[in-house]
C-alpha cells in the first residue's frame, strides 16, 4: 500500500510541498491528483468537485506537470515542446509558438534557444524548459514532481529561486515533491511530511516545522541543526547596529581615538567608499597607514533588512571578533552586530514567535482536498 | 554481344531493367514487412508476454531456406514474383520487429510520463511520442533488410528465372560468359551500397534533434551488420 488514509487540505496560489523518504507514497499522491494514479479507495476535490467527474485528459492539460529530468520531447525544438499543451488544446500554431516565446522569457531562456534541440541545452535549461511547458496553457495547478533533483547544488538554487521569482508573479496552486528537506523548507508555504506507507506526519508551514516537529520522525528527518535553520524565518531589520566602530582606511589619529570607548574591543576599516577590510584592535591601528593584511577577517556580510538572523549569526561565527557587519545593498557598510546582540534578538524573536505561533495555518481559497484510503 | 552491359536477350530485359526489377522484387517485400512489423510489434510493446513467442515464430520462419519457401508457395502463386517476394517479406520480420519494439522501447520513463501527465491519449503519444523517438532504431533495422533483401532476389532464378539480376548467374554458366557473374555480382552490391546510403539519408533528414557525432545505430536494435545476413544469403 503506497497512500493510506491521507488527506490533506492544499491551500489555493501557494506552494505545498510534500517531503519524505523515499518509498513514502509522495509521487503516488501526487500522481493521484491527476489521475496517473487510481485512488482504490476515497475521494480528491479540486474546487470542492471530484476530479473523477470530467475527463482525465481534459484534467490532465489544467493541470501542469514537471518532472525530474524534465522528460522534455527529443524529437521537437524547444519552442515546440513548451507549445505541446496549447496545440493540443486547439490554439493555432502561431499563437502557441509566441506563448512560448513569452514563457522561455518568463523562465530565463534566451529566445536563441528556441529552435535548439533538447540535447543541446544543459541540465538546468532543460529543467527550466519543463517549467516553461508545464505553464505554457496557464493550468491554475502545477503538480511538480522532484524537478531539480537530478541538476548540480548551484544550477538548483538558481532554479529554485526562479520558481519562487514565477510564483510570485503568477500565484498558481504549486505541489511539489521532495526528498530534500531543505528544499522543502526554502520553498514550501506549507510542508506536509509523510512517512513509509504513505502516511502524514506532520502538516505545518515551515518555521513551525523546525520549532515544533510532530514526533520523533519528523525530528530525525529535519536533521540536527533545525534550531539555526529555523533562523532564517527571523528578520534581520530589528537587529540594533552599532554604527559608532568604523574607521576609514585613511582615518586620522584623531578619528579613531574618537570612536575607541571601552565597550568595542575591536574597530572596523573600510575602504573609502564605505566597503569592509576587515577588523583591528584600536591599539593596533597606526593612522594613515594600515596594513589591510594584518586586519582580522570580517567573515560575510549580511545585507542588513533583506537577510535572516540566520546570515546575522553566520557572519558573526566566522569572524574570529565574534562581530558580524551589516551592509546595504551596494555592500556599503552600515553598521556591526555583536553575537550578544543577535543572541538577544533571537531570543525577542523566539517569544514573538509564541505568542503569534496559533495564527497561522490559516488559508482561504480554492482548496485541493485529498482524501485517499488504500 | 559480348559487352559486359550486353544480357542475353532470354531474360528479355535490358541491364536497367534487370535493375528496376531487382528492386522492385527487393524493396516492396521490405515495405510490406514493415507495414505488418510496426502494428506487430506495437502490439509486443504493449502486451510484453507477445514478444519471445513473436520472436520465436519470426526467427524459425527465418531458418527456413527459401527453396523450401519457393516449394509450397509454387503450388499457389506460381512461378512469379510474388513467390519470391513472400519469403523476403517474411524474412524481413526478423529484423524489423526487433529494431522496433526496442525503438519504442527505448523511449524515457520520464518523457512517457510527461506526455501522459499533459494530457496524451495512447494513440497520440504513439504517433506524436514513441514512434518519431524510434525512427533511429527502425532505420536501423530497415538497412540490415534491405541489403539482405537485395542480396536475397537472385535465388529467384530458380523458380523461372524470376531473380531479376541473379538470372545473369544462370546464364553466366549456359553462356560461357563469366562476365555476366561478376556484372551480376557487382551491380547487386552496388544497388545495396546505394540503398543503405539513401536509408542514412533518410535518417538524417528525419533525425535533426540527434546529436551529432554520435549518429550511430542503437545497439538496442539487435541487429547484426549488414554483411553478415548477406553472406550467410549467399550460402543458402
Given amino acids: ?75 521537437r525544438t524547444i519552442i515546440d515542446n513548451i507549445a505541446t499543451v496549447p496545440r493540443m488544446l486547439g490554439w493555432g500554431k502561431e499563437k502557441a509558438r509566441e506563448r512560448a516565446r513569452e514563457l522561455m522569457e518568463r523562465v530565463g531562456l534566451d529566445a536563441s534557444l528556441a529552435k535548439r534541440y533538447p540535447y543541446q541545452l544543459s541540465g538546468g535549461q532543460q529543467q527550466r524548459v519543463g517549467v516553461a511547458r508545464a505553464l505554457a496553457a496557464d493550468p491554475p495547478v502545477l503538480l511538480m514532481d522532484e524537478p531539480f533533483s537530478a541538476v548540480d547544488p548551484v544550477v538548483r538554487k538558481g532554479l529554485q529561486d526562479e520558481l519562487l521569482r514565477i510564483q510570485e508573479e503568477l500565484g498558481k496552486t504549486i505541489v511539489f515533491v521532495t526528498h530534500d528537506i531543505d528544499e522543502a523548507i526554502k520553498l514550501g508555504t ?34 540536527t541543526d533545525r534550531g539555526i535553520r529555523r533562523l532564517s524565518f527571523f528578520a534581520s531589520a530589528g537587529l540594533e547596529l552599532k554604527t559608532a566602530p568604523v574607521v576609514a582606511v585613511d582615518a586620522t589619529a584623531e578619528q579613531i581615538a574618537a570612536v575607541s570607548t571601552p565597550d568595542v574591543p575591536y574597530l572596523l576599516v573600510t575602504d573609502p567608499e564605505g566597503k569592509p577590510l576587515g577588523w583591528s584592535e584600536p591599539d593596533d591601528l597606526t593612522p594613515g597607514d594600515v596594513v589591510t593584511e594584518r586586519l582580522l577577517p570580517y567573515g560575510r ?28 545593498g551596494t555592500g556599503r557598510v552600515v553598521g556591526v552586530v555583536s553575537q550578544q546582540t543577535i543572541g538577544e534578538a533571537i531570543r525577542s524573536a523566539h517569544a514573538e514567535g509564541h505568542r503569534a505561533g496559533h495564527q497561522t495555518g490559516h488559508h482561504t481559497g480554492r482548496r485541493t482536498d485529498e482524501k485517499v484510503a488504500g | ?6 544480357i542475353p536477350s532470354d531474360l528479355q530485359h535490358s541491364y536497367l531493367g534487370l535493375i528496376g526489377l531487382h528492386l522492385r522484387e527487393a524493396l516492396l517485400p521490405v515495405l510490406a514487412g514493415l507495414l505488418l512489423a510496426l502494428p506487430l510489434a506495437q502490439l509486443c510493446v504493449r502486451f510484453r508476454w507477445l514478444y519471445p513467442p513473436v520472436l520465436g515464430v519470426t526467427t524459425v520462419l527465418y531458418a527456413i531456406p527459401s527453396l523450401a519457401f519457393f516449394v509450397v508457395l509454387i503450388d499457389y502463386t506460381g512461378q512469379t514474383e510474388l513467390t519470391v517476394m513472400i519469403p523476403l517479406a517474411v524474412y524481413s520480420l526478423v529484423v524489423l520487429v526487433p529494431a522496433i519494439v526496442d525503438g519504442v522501447r527505448s523511449v524515457p520513463q520520464e518523457t512517457l510520463a510527461a ?26 533495422g530497415l538497412r540490415v533488410a534491405t541489403v539482405s533483401s537485395i542480396s536475397l532476389v537472385s535465388v529467384g532464378t530458380l523458380i523461372g528465372n524470376q531473380g531479376a539480376l541473379g538470372n545473369l548467374l544462370a546464364d553466366a554458366m549456359f553462356y560461357h560468359r563469366p562476365v555476366l557473374a561478376v556484372n551480376s555480382v557487382v551491380t547487386t552490391a552496388f544497388l545495396a551500397i546505394v540503398m543503405d546510403a539513401l536509408l542514412v539519408l533518410v535518417r538524417v533528414l528525419l533525425t535533426p534533434w540527434m546529436p551529432r557525432g554520435t549518429r550511430k545505430r542503437p545497439k538496442a536494435a539487435g541487429a547484426p551488420e549488414p554483411a553478415a545476413p548477406a553472406l550467410e544469403d549467399a550460402v543458402r
Avoid at chain 1, 25 to 31: D, M, P, S, V
Wanted: with cysteine.
Fill in chain 2, 1 to 6: 554481344m559480348n559487352g559486359f552491359f550486353d
Fill in chain 2, 115 to 140: 506526455a501522459t501527465a499533459m494530457g496524451f491519449g495512447p494513440v497520440r503519444r504513439y504517433v506524436q511520442v514513441q514512434l518519431p523517438i524510434a525512427v533511429p532504431a527502425i532505420i536501423a
Fill in chain 1, 1 to 75: 500500500m503506497a497512500v493510506d488514509r491521507l488527506s490533506l487540505e492544499i491551500p489555493d496560489r501557494s506552494i505545498t510541498v510534500l517531503v519524505g523518504p523515499s518509498g513514502c507514497g509522495k509521487t503516488t499522491t501526487l500522481r493521484m491528483i491527476n489521475r496517473m494514479v487510481e485512488p482504490s479507495e476515497g475521494t480528491i476535490l479540486l474546487d470542492g468537485v471530484d476530479i473523477q467527474k470530467q475527463p482525465v485528459n481534459t484534467l490532465r492539460r489544467s493541470m501542469g506537470y514537471v518532472i525530474q529530468n524534465a522528460g522534455l520531447f527529443q524529437h
Fill in chain 1, 301 to 328: 556580510p549580511f545585507e542588513h533588512g533583506e537577510e535572516s538572523l540566520r546570515a546575522a549569526l553566520d557572519g558573526a561565527v566566522l569572524s574570529p571578533t565574534g562581530w558580524a557587519v551589516a551592509v546595504d
Fill in chain 1, 190 to 223: 506549507m510542508v506536509a511530511v509523510m512517512r513509509t506507507g504513505g502516511k502524514l506526519a506532520q502538516f505545518a508551514p515551515p518555521d513551525e516545522l523546525l520549532s515544533a516537529p510532530a514526533d520523533a520522525f519528523v525530528e530525525d528527518f529535519l536533521g
